[in-house]
């Protein structure tokens, strides 16, 4: 039996509960109107998965049954699942618990169909707090259908907390420039996508940024005197400079107005009490218009100043602020300036995080969640066992340093390529973490996961997902850089050196590597439920994508060495028409966000291999 996450107890016993076409799901009189939502989703699981129809209902049990019901004697995080031949017990200390038993059982029919083992489950999460944080900003910005699969798929997983980062892509009603060139969403789709997380147990938490990457927003005409470095109306649009710049100038009072004005017409579309003012890598700050400020005072107080301001403005609005933590951990001895309600979000992401971060900001009596990261960024297909050694350190070091919660990061950066359902193995790793402390290996967790998550009875597709980043030579970052760099006229020995740090004398065994990966990919769809084998697709674009931008490399590297390498109008006919298939994919789940902004890097490099 495969339960993600895994109970803190199960006992399995013999026998087995046969569903009949009497079978009535029944909510006790305990259970509140929104248990229906609870009740219909483990009905429409057992017509998928066991191809039986249910009724739901309320009122009196009967043998054979499922009842769901609230125990107020219960923990209010604690839930017990007990099948046996009377029927089917679930019982939740609140209604979110009762939720999480049935997504429990939700997960053993989709593996028993209608004969549901007798199984006994006492079970509660070890943090209250299991988050996702998805990037709708710096590229992908998924339609409201696409969000609620996502949020679907949360819910199935336990996880309590979704925040959405959003720099420029919200509809603020009167600030047209911010959006115009847009596909922003709007707050009609905002109040359906609270609500829709609320009735299933997620809470849906606004995050916007409000000091460092205001990208669009400081390069307004309107606003531009805002921003700390003169001269952003001017620039032109380059993801490297959209990641690096673009922070508030803290010596001008409109700046905090401003920002005091999104965050209160944003606010009110969310029932959460929290909001999340983001304000990292303030890179520039002290750099431009404030440095006569900072030379005074010192950046680390200028930091601490504008922050703290925000926090109080929060805090007499009746939420708790959540910020990120990298600047503040540079000032730890500031830190008991701030209000005791603040959650500071610890963020990091290497395969080999160190735990210094986390003791530094425990030391100081922070409220932390820690932060690590499905690994997503700038891949066609996510760093999937570099996301499982992220993960489960990160969790650990929250357990150890008395951490109130994880958000599991998937942020955006260059355009947000990688396909949203790459990022479901780390999303499932995050609520396995964080939700006890018995987790399998990376290679059995992928087994599982292939199993219960993608239906494939192989159990091998996700450790094939997982091959795929190694068989990446030109990478997409070096591809976008090189690119906007030679744009800015950027000197040869620098690109040079940035070329250098891939080898391409790898890429034609690398190439050779997607070939027998392809064939693997159709080997495994032959064991998987035919409902799930889209993935197949997007698959095999994300390997065609890796392939041909490896083959771009090695052409560049080839005109470096004064050599005339042949097939470039091949390649350049390549990138197209792969640019043409991730469109139309793109567009599946995702408004238009910068799919014009990525095409026109494949655009770029297509021109030039056929100017060779």
Known sequence: MILLPLPKQMEEKEGNLMLRMNTMIVMDDSCPQGTLVYARQLKEEILTWAGMTVEIGRGTFRNGDICLKIDSSMEESHYNLKVEEKGAFLSGGSLTALGWAVQTLRQIVRQSGGLIPYIIIEDEPDMKNRGYYHDVTRGRIQTLENLKKLVDTLSFYKMNQLQLYVEHTYLFRDMTELWRDETPMTAEEVLELDQYCYDRGVEL??????????????????????????????????????????????????????????????????????????????????????????????????????????????????????????????????????????????????DNQPERETEILHSVGATQYLCPGVRGWNTWVNMISGGYRNITRMCGYARKHEAIGMLNTDWGDFGHINHPIFSIPGIIYGAVCSWGEKIPSCEELNRQIS???????????????????????????????????????????????????????KAPERNARIDELEIMLRNISRNMDSTKRRIVEYTHISLEMTKVWNDVGVFLAQLRKGEKPEHGMEIASRLESCLHYYQQIWRENSKEGDIVRISEVFCWYADVLRKV
């Open 205 to 350: 938490v606004p995050s916007i940024a409000t000091f460092g990457h205001l990208y669009k927003l400081l390069k307004t005409k309107t606003y531009e005197h805002l921003c700390e470095l003169p001269g952003s109306f001017e620039q032109k649009f380059g993801f490297r400079d959209r990641m690096d710049h673009h922070t508030v100038n803290v010596s001008d009072p409109d700046a905090m107005a401003l920002v005091k004005d999104m965050i209160v017409e944003y606010m009110q579309l969310f029932r959460t009490d929290k909001f999340n003012i983001c304000a990292d890598e303030t890179f520039d700050l002290g750099k431009g218009r404030s440095a006569a400020l900072a030379e005074e005072k010192g950046t680390g107080r200028l930091y601490m100043e504008y922050i703290k301001e925000l926090f109080d403005f929060l805090i007499e609005k009746g939420k708790t602020p959540m910020f990120w933590g990298d600047i503040i951990c540079g000032h730890p001895e500031l830190y008991s300036q701030l209000p005791s309600q603040v959650i500071c979000l610890n963020w990091g992401y290497g």
């Open 451 to 505: 199993i219960l998550e993608f239906g494939d009875a192989s159990g091998e597709l996700v450790s094939c997902l997982d091959k795929i980043n190694a068989t990446m030579t030109f990478s997409w970052y070096n591809a976008v850089t090189l690119r906007e760099w030679a744009m800015k006229g950027v000197e040869r020995s620098k690109l040079e050196e940035l070329f250098d740090k891939e080898d391409m004398t």
